[in-house]
């Protein structure tokens, strides 16, 4: 199986800074890759598909890029609603898997 | 609109069965796939497996292969997870998730998420 890691565990950041979360594939995806938003008690809310695509209703400050093996994903102003946990999943193969997390808190 | 709606909230001993359904509203269900994803008690969302409703094939993760079934009622337009001998490990939050992609013949990522059943393993 893939398995995607993601970067860093933990980040904390300030209302309004620009954050970027890594996440790598232990081998090429292509750009089979998406984005989900999970606040606590609540499932998981898709962001970003195909590695870049904003899913409808995303907010533009948010943006995925990349490619192969590394892809980011930057939110360009961050609001105090973006203060959650945020998953990488590969998809389009025989499985689906997610990157372990990271929790975006505020400083 | 677009609905998945879970069962209830299950306790069970080790060593049993649990089977969650997961109904679906608003869409097509035949032309669409349906993964399951569950979460452990302060941990991450961890991919289960998927079905095609379209085609009927199933995935599933290396970790459940042998413990976990995906079915479909199509008539209902349910969805089903079946997980076997249960371990305390297995307490987790498990959902379902509708794939983005029409007629995909491989698990897709998810625009719509059941709410959520908590399945508890306890003696």
């Known amino acids: 199986d893939i398995q995607m890691t993601q970067s860093p565990s933990t980040l904390s950041a300030f209302v309004g800074d620009r954050v970027t979360i890594t996440c790598r594939a232990s081998?090429?995806?292509?750009?089979?890759l998406a984005w989900y938003q999970q606040r606590p008690g609540k499932a998981p809310k898709l962001l970003i598909y195909?590695?870049?695509i904003l899913e409808s209703g995303v907010p533009s400050r948010f943006s995925g890029s990349g490619s192969g093996t590394e892809f980011t994903l930057t939110i360009s102003s961050l609001q105090p609603d973006d203060f959650a946990t945020y998953y990488c999943?590969?998809?389009?193969?025989?499985?689906?898997?997610f990157g372990q997390g990271t929790k975006l808190e505020i400083k | 609109q677009v609905q998945l709606v879970q069962s209830g909230a299950e306790v069970k001993e080790p060593g049993a069965s649990v089977k969650v359904s997961c109904k679906a509203s608003?869409?097509?269900?035949?032309?669409?796939?349906i993964s399951w994803v569950r979460q452990a008690p302060g941990q991450g969302v961890e991919w289960m497996g998927w079905?095609?409703?379209?085609?009927?094939?199933?995935n599933y993760a290396q970790n459940f292969q042998g413990r976990v079934t995906l079915t479909t009622d199509t008539s209902t337009s349910t969805a089903y997870m079946e997980l076997r001998s249960l371990r305390s490990d297995d307490t987790a939050v498990y959902y379902c998730?509708?794939?983005?992609?029409?007629?995909?013949?491989?698990?897709?990522?998810?625009?719509?998420w059941g709410q959520g059943t908590l399945v508890t393993v306890s003696s």
């Open positions: 608003g869409f097509s269900f035949n032309s669409y796939g």
């Open positions: 079905i095609s409703v379209y085609y009927g094939n199933t």
């Open positions: 195909k590695a870049s």
């Open positions: 999943q590969h998809y389009n193969s025989d499985s689906g898997t």
């Open positions: 081998q090429s995806i292509s750009s089979w």
């Open positions: 998730a509708r794939d983005v992609a029409l007629y995909s013949a491989r698990p897709s990522c998810h625009d719509f």
